[in-house]
């Protein structure tokens, strides 16, 4: 099983990136997946979740109308559109199959002016 993580970067408060990861090694189309988050000193935590067909989203109250899931099941690769970007969204993202142990390497996200 792989999760590479990509699209990470410096970005002004306010500014956008959108993430990805690609996976494999898995039946991707049948695997819920999540963005999680770990900023410096804190704990993981849940940022986004999304279904095996995609129908259904999940959100953290602090993305909520910012960040958007999505997935393509044909490309093997689920992404996060984060726009309206926050200092206090500065951390490593990861991506992770929902009730596995797998996790991808991360990609950072550095919001600053």
């Known amino acids: 099983v792989q999760l590479v993580e990509s699209g990470g970067g410096l970005v002004q408060p306010g500014g956008s990136l959108r993430l990805s990861c690609a996976a494999s090694g898995f039946t991707f189309s049948s695997s819920a997946m999540s963005w999680y988050r770990q900023a410096p000193g804190k704990e993981r935590e849940l940022v986004a979740s999304?279904?095996?067909?995609?129908?259904?989203?999940n959100y953290a109250d602090s993305v909520k109308g910012r960040f958007t899931i999505s997935r393509d099941n044909a490309k093997n690769t689920v992404y996060l559109q984060m726009n309206s970007l926050k200092p206090e969204d500065t951390a490593v993202y990861y991506c992770?199959?929902?009730?596995?142990?797998?996790w991808g390497q991360g990609t950072r996200v550095t919001v600053s002016s």
């Open positions: 999304i279904a095996r067909a995609g129908g259904s989203t």
């Open positions: 992770h199959i929902e009730g596995a142990i797998y």
